[in-house]
């Protein structure tokens, strides 16, 4: 039949020893090294000490857009030159009790979770669709 084509052979089962087993060797680190990152991390539900817990994320979070659309408001409506934006965000951390810090490392562990920032997003849609109906017309 013929020779295979040189390096075919390698990946058809062709060739044995170290040359065929030589690529499985980074693959058994790097295999070995996701294992062990799964097994370190904090478990499904839990929240590291560093990140805001949901609920207190979920009022923070709640509050900055609250600030974006303030801000939105003041530059479109009031033709503002300038928002004091800075200051906004400062009166709401002190306000709610955390920091810019906290609240950008429990943007970015929520935002690693689709599934649960979505339901973040959908419960603060529902809060201030309540906060709309109260405000009398």
Known sequence: MGEWPHGLRRWC????????TAPLQPMKRVLF??????????PEGSVP????PRDRFRTVLREA????????????VAHARSVPAEKYYTEMFEAEGTTKEEFQRSFAYYSGRPTEMKALYEEILNEL??????VPH
């Open 129 to 134: 669709s309540l906060r709309k109906d109260e």
């Open 65 to 76: 857009h609250m600030i974006e659309a303030r801000m939105n408001h003041e530059v479109v």
């Open 13 to 20: 089962g062709g060739s044995h020893g170290a040359r065929r």
């Open 49 to 52: 000490p560093d990140v805001l």
């Open 33 to 42: 090294i996701g294992l062990c990152l799964m097994a370190c991390s904090t």
